[in-house]
């Protein structure tokens, strides 16, 4: 069982950088894969980025590449999203997600088992 909790998210200008993180309690955290999806008012929740359990792959969604960086300290139970050059387009609520026991990185949201809450983040023009 993994209980995840995200913070972080917040109102940032255009332009601007959040750092979302994402707190996991649980003893498979170590071995799970974890991911940050996004849903936006009215869409479908997407994919943004995911690391592997030993940080050693990660992936991210197109229009994020370059902007966006996963990262976690399986030491600290902790993964998290650095956001930079932030737009309007980014605005949702971010979710963290949790898989346990695989080594690929995967992008689906029917992938993974555990979810937190969310954190929202809202980016003004």
């Known amino acids: 069982q993994v209980q995840l909790v995200e913070s972080g998210g917040g109102l940032v200008q255009a332009g601007g950088s959040l750092r979302l993180s994402c707190a996991a309690s649980g003893r498979t955290f170590s071995r799970s894969l974890m991911g940050w999806f996004r849903q936006a008012a009215g869409k479908e929740r997407e994919f943004v980025a995911a690391?592997?359990?030993?940080?050693?792959?990660?992936g991210y969604e197109d229009s994020v590449k370059g902007r966006f960086t996963i990262s976690r300290d399986n030491a600290k139970n902790t993964v998290y999203l650095q956001m930079n050059s932030l737009n309007p387009e980014d605005t949702a609520v971010y979710h963290c997600a949790a898989r346990a026991g695989v080594l690929a990185v995967l992008r689906t949201v029917g992938s993974y088992n555990y979810w937190g809450q969310g954190t929202q983040v809202t980016v003004s023009s």
């Open positions: 690391i592997s359990w030993s940080g050693g792959s990660t």
